[in-house]
């Protein structure tokens, strides 16, 4: 290694070297050897030098305590399998890293040593993991389980020897994992011993054996709720049976080695978990449960044949478990979801608040070794998602650890001066974000890694005058204003020139994973089904039309239940003879009747209007999906779309693509445009298929245009949680059936 001045010496040293600079995954400094045998056959070797060690409880390397923003990857390819080539590993690796992944757990076992590679060049933390795993034997009581089994001893011990031999010069592997769900017993503590005689560098990872740890070095745990990993933060977890052991495992990080099953639409309840987390030192981070969904890439019949992702039933088996392998961050396609864009923002690793009361604005730097220099900070001003401004921000280089405050420059004082002489009555944003400076191996220069925002002006909240218009009934129908209602059933069926179908309350969705699903209880989806809550009825009460509007009285309920939902819609009208002025307005009251011991999937109102698509554009969070739970990437703005872009390709259909807490929207058709505003929000749903053949759907091609346009306006959402393994949503986030009111209002233009 002449670059460190060993050459021509034995290279099994010792050697004492001044001046190394450490490898870790912000700084993955390598480097060059070679290596030459006594035959004269030259090996090339990439070494990288970094400790790592339990120091006080807390996981460190190179003396700086660490936190695990990771990822459990499985080997997979939707056409090639478990077999990959160097660009696929190579594709793996810069999504982690473009997404603030920091750490790889190998589940379920060592991985094609090209990965590793990869792994050193760019900069991730390696939970390198044996090939093990016999949760067969838990349904069995665990009973001849091999980790217990003497027979299975030398088994075990060649496993873990051929684990540690092959990979043991890689500086990104920082933890030895024995296996995974494999019980407990006495061959994986003489494999957890072996690896501390022949490596005591590296700690010892085990989660099968949590409830002692004797033979471990870090207290693992998986898909435990927010209140129990904060119990665990603070050593408060319940004691163990043996006080040795109970002392032993108080004494390590913590670390959730599965947590955020991210299977269909979600996870919720992500920033919860990093809350929890960042709050307390022995809580070494974790790895979201998992990388990538693993359908099998197949055709759909001859004519007209369409790629779709198989699952588990598809192939006649008779023992599978559907489409459980679908709970990656990434579609089959290594598309990113939605879940690994809401990941990538609870993670990053530079915080960004704003203060608009003070004028300032807080850069948080969470990096444990690298300072904040390697980032461009910019500002934007937006005027109702119009640009107002654009700059620079200078922030002072910024230390691991510290947070640098800076005052607002006087270009963002200009841009809002500007913004205020405008006077346009909507939001004016503020937004920094933080971007590399210069290319990096894993992203060029410009790529985004934090962001923060700051509502810095708010709409002037004098109500807009509203003059109501009488409901004449006519031949038919009945008109407020520009709107026609059917006379028996009172719904909206034409607004301007628009043909609309609705609004009626709404409380179903097309179930989630994460509904239909449950490891440690009923799923939720259980109880909905029971209360017949996928065929709720709609009964109208009444239509009344009078000098101030139209009143609509209705009753949902299911056939052969005694609990239902009394709704009160009330539409009032802005008296002008201008249609593309109109001002639609409908207040919707939800009140129980009756027992309602379930939470409810939605609470809304859905309509629907001609149209196999059509451009959507909406003042709000965005531009992907959001839900009350999983928000946290969302960022305030003007954003515009398609109807057909906006639908998510979940493998197996489900409830998706909500834009939460939208402002106000316009959806173009060819036929008009429908305004929408919310009082003073709601979130919008807008699909090309009813909510029924979304539920009936189990691949997206069962997935037809149906001619409408399916618009859903909610008040509210059943939070996602990640019940399909792991807990529901949090209290906050549960969808209790209760008097509600909210309201919208509705427009038309050519």
């Given at each position: 290694?002449?670059?460190?001045?060993?050459?021509?010496?034995?290279?099994?040293?010792?050697?004492?070297?001044?001046?190394?600079?450490?490898?870790?995954?912000?700084?993955?400094?390598?480097?060059?050897?070679?290596?030459?045998?006594?035959?004269?056959?030259?090996?090339?070797?990439?070494?990288?030098?970094?400790?790592?060690?339990?120091?006080?409880?807390?996981?460190?390397?190179?003396?700086?305590?660490?936190?695990?923003?990771?990822?459990?990857?499985?080997?997979?390819?939707?056409?090639?399998?478990?077999?990959?080539?160097?660009?696929?590993?190579?594709?793996?690796?810069?999504?982690?890293?473009?997404?603030?992944?920091?750490?790889?757990?190998?589940?379920?076992?060592?991985?094609?040593?090209?990965?590793?590679?990869?792994?050193?060049?760019?900069?991730?933390?390696?939970?390198?993991?044996?090939?093990?795993?016999?949760?067969?034997?838990?349904?069995?009581?665990?009973?001849?389980?091999?980790?217990?089994?003497?027979?299975?001893?030398?088994?075990?011990?060649?496993?873990?020897?051929?684990?540690?031999?092959?990979?043991?010069?890689?500086?990104?592997?920082?933890?030895?994992?024995?296996?995974?769900?494999?019980?407990?017993?006495?061959?994986?503590?003489?494999?957890?011993?072996?690896?501390?005689?022949?490596?005591?560098?590296?700690?010892?990872?085990?989660?099968?054996?949590?409830?002692?740890?004797?033979?471990?070095?870090?207290?693992?745990?998986?898909?435990?709720?927010?209140?129990?990993?904060?119990?665990?933060?603070?050593?408060?977890?319940?004691?163990?049976?043996?006080?040795?052991?109970?002392?032993?495992?108080?004494?390590?990080?913590?670390?959730?080695?599965?947590?955020?099953?991210?299977?269909?639409?979600?996870?919720?309840?992500?920033?919860?978990?990093?809350?929890?987390?960042?709050?307390?030192?022995?809580?070494?981070?974790?790895?979201?449960?998992?990388?990538?969904?693993?359908?099998?890439?197949?055709?759909?019949?001859?004519?007209?044949?369409?790629?779709?992702?198989?699952?588990?039933?598809?192939?006649?088996?008779?023992?599978?478990?559907?489409?459980?392998?679908?709970?990656?961050l990434l579609f089959p396609d290594r598309t990113p979801s939605p879940g690994l864009v809401e990941y990538k923002k609870v993670i990053e690793p530079v915080r960004i608040r704003i203060d608009p009361a003070a004028r300032q604005i807080d850069v948080r730097n969470l990096h444990h070794v690298r300072d904040s220099g390697y980032l461009d900070?910019?500002?934007?001003?937006?005027?109702?998602?119009?640009?107002?401004?654009?700059?620079?921000?200078?922030?002072?280089?910024?230390?691991?650890?510290?947070?640098?405050?800076?005052?607002?420059?006087?270009?963002?004082?200009?841009?809002?001066?500007?913004?205020?002489?405008?006077?346009?009555?909507?939001?004016?944003?503020?937004?920094?974000?933080?971007?590399?400076?210069?290319?990096?191996?894993?992203?060029?220069?410009?790529?985004?890694?934090?962001?923060?925002?700051?509502?810095?002006?708010?709409?002037?909240?004098?109500?807009?005058?509203?003059?109501?218009?009488?409901?004449?009934?006519?031949?038919?129908?009945?008109?407020?204003?520009?709107?026609?209602?059917?006379?028996?059933?009172?719904?909206?069926?034409?607004?301007?020139?628009?043909?609309?179908?609705?609004?009626?309350?709404?409380?179903?969705?097309?179930?989630?994973?994460?509904?239909?699903?449950?490891?440690?209880?009923?799923?939720?989806?259980?109880?909905?089904?029971?209360?017949?809550?996928?065929?709720?009825?709609?009964?109208?009460?009444?239509?009344?039309?009078?000098?101030?509007?139209?009143?609509?009285?209705?009753?949902?309920?299911?056939?052969?239940?005694?609990?239902?939902?009394?709704?009160?819609?009330?539409?009032?009208?802005?008296?002008?003879?201008?249609?593309?002025?109109?001002?639609?307005?409908?207040?919707?009251?939800?009140?129980?009747?009756?027992?309602?011991?379930?939470?409810?999937?939605?609470?809304?109102?859905?309509?629907?209007?001609?149209?196999?698509?059509?451009?959507?554009?909406?003042?709000?969070?965005?531009?992907?999906?959001?839900?009350?739970?999983?928000?946290?990437?969302?960022?305030?703005?003007?954003?515009?779309?398609?109807?057909?872009?906006?639908?998510?390709?979940?493998?197996?259909?489900?409830?998706?693509?909500?834009?939460?807490?939208?402002?106000?929207?316009?959806?173009?058709?060819?036929?008009?445009?429908?305004?929408?505003?919310?009082?003073?929000?709601?979130?919008?749903?807008?699909?090309?298929?009813?909510?029924?053949?979304?539920?009936?759907?189990?691949?997206?091609?069962?997935?037809?245009?149906?001619?409408?346009?399916?618009?859903?306006?909610?008040?509210?959402?059943?939070?996602?949680?990640?019940?399909?393994?792991?807990?529901?949503?949090?209290?906050?986030?549960?969808?209790?059936?209760?008097?509600?009111?909210?309201?919208?209002?509705?427009?038309?233009?050519?």
């Amino acid at each position: 290694m002449p670059e460190l001045g060993i050459s021509g010496v034995d290279p099994a040293g010792p050697h004492l070297i001044d001046g190394i600079e450490p490898w870790s995954d912000e700084q993955p400094r390598l480097y060059a050897g070679e290596l030459l045998s006594e035959t004269g056959e030259r090996i090339p070797l990439r070494i990288g030098f970094r400790t790592v060690a339990v120091v006080d409880g807390v996981l460190t390397a190179n003396g700086s305590p660490i936190s695990l923003r990771g990822v459990n990857r499985h080997e997979w390819h939707p056409l090639t399998g478990r077999t990959l080539t160097e660009d696929t590993m190579l594709t793996d690796v810069l999504l982690m890293k473009r997404h603030n992944i920091n750490a790889v757990r190998t589940s379920h076992y060592p991985p094609d040593h090209r990965f590793l590679d990869l792994c050193d060049e760019h900069g991730l933390w390696v939970f390198c993991e044996g090939d093990l795993e016999t949760h067969g034997f838990e349904p069995g009581g665990w009973r001849r389980n091999p980790s217990d089994d003497p027979a299975w001893r030398e088994a075990y011990l060649d496993r873990t020897e051929r684990l540690v031999e092959r990979d043991k010069n890689h500086p990104s592997v920082v933890v030895w994992s024995l296996g995974n769900e494999s019980g407990t017993g006495a061959n994986l503590a003489a494999s957890a011993a072996w690896i501390r005689q022949r490596d005591n560098s590296r700690p010892i990872h085990y989660e099968g054996d949590w409830a002692s740890c004797a033979y471990v070095d870090l207290y693992s745990r998986m898909y435990i709720g927010v209140d129990e990993l904060a119990a665990v933060g603070r050593g408060q977890e319940a004691p163990t049976a043996d006080p040795a052991d109970d002392a032993h495992r108080r004494a390590l990080p913590a670390v959730l080695c599965e947590y955020g099953h991210a299977m269909g639409t979600g996870p919720g309840g992500l920033s919860e978990y990093q809350q929890v987390i960042e709050a307390h030192p022995r809580l070494a981070g974790g790895f979201i449960w998992e990388w990538i969904d693993h359908g099998i890439a197949r055709l759909t019949g001859q004519e007209d044949p369409r790629t779709f992702y198989a699952y588990g039933g598809d192939f006649g088996e008779e023992v599978h478990d559907g489409n459980f392998v679908a709970d990656g961050l990434l579609f089959p396609d290594r598309t990113p979801s939605p879940g690994l864009v809401e990941y990538k923002k609870v993670i990053e690793p530079v915080r960004i608040r704003i203060d608009p009361a003070a004028r300032q604005i807080d850069v948080r730097n969470l990096h444990h070794v690298r300072d904040s220099g390697y980032l461009d900070f910019r500002w934007t001003v937006e005027d109702g998602g119009e640009p107002m401004g654009c700059g620079i921000l200078t922030v002072p280089v910024t230390a691991p650890g510290r947070t640098a405050t800076v005052a607002w420059p006087a270009d963002v004082t200009d841009a809002l001066d500007a913004a205020r002489k405008n006077d346009s009555g909507h939001e004016v944003w503020l937004t920094v974000t933080a971007v590399l400076a210069a290319d990096e191996t894993w992203a060029e220069a410009g790529h985004e890694i934090a962001w923060g925002q700051g509502l810095v002006m708010a709409p002037a909240a004098a109500p807009v005058p509203f003059t109501p218009a009488p409901a004449i009934t006519h031949d038919g129908y009945i008109a407020l204003g520009p709107a026609r209602f059917d006379t028996r059933t009172g719904m909206l069926t034409r607004l301007g020139d628009l043909e609309l179908d609705g609004p009626r309350l709404d409380i179903w969705r097309a179930p989630l994973d994460n509904d239909l699903l449950s490891a440690f209880g009923k799923p939720q989806a259980d109880a909905w089904f029971a209360a017949g809550l996928h065929r709720m009825r709609h009964d109208v009460l009444s239509v009344e039309p009078d000098v101030s509007g139209l009143t609509v009285i209705a009753r949902l309920a299911a056939a052969g239940s005694s609990s239902g939902l009394g709704v009160v819609y009330h539409w009032t009208a802005c008296d002008t003879s201008h249609a593309d002025q109109a001002r639609l307005r409908l207040e919707t009251v939800v009140t129980p009747d009756g027992p309602w011991p379930v939470p409810l999937p939605r609470l809304g109102v859905a309509m629907s209007l001609p149209g196999t698509d059509a451009d959507v554009e909406w003042f709000g969070p965005g531009p992907g999906e959001a839900y009350r739970d999983s928000r946290a990437a969302a960022r305030v703005g003007r954003h515009r779309s398609t109807v057909s872009a906006m639908q998510i390709p979940q493998v197996r259909p489900q409830e998706n693509g909500n834009r939460h807490q939208v402002r106000h929207a316009r959806i173009t058709t060819p036929d008009g445009t429908l305004l929408i505003t919310g009082d003073p929000v709601i979130d919008l749903t807008v699909r090309p298929w009813s909510t029924e053949a979304l539920t009936a759907a189990t691949h997206q091609h069962d997935l037809v245009r149906d001619g409408s346009l399916h618009l859903h306006l909610d008040h509210a959402h059943h939070g996602l949680g990640s019940a399909a393994c792991g807990p529901g949503p949090s209290a906050p986030d549960v969808l209790a059936a209760v008097t509600t009111a909210f309201g919208v209002e509705f427009g038309s233009s050519r």
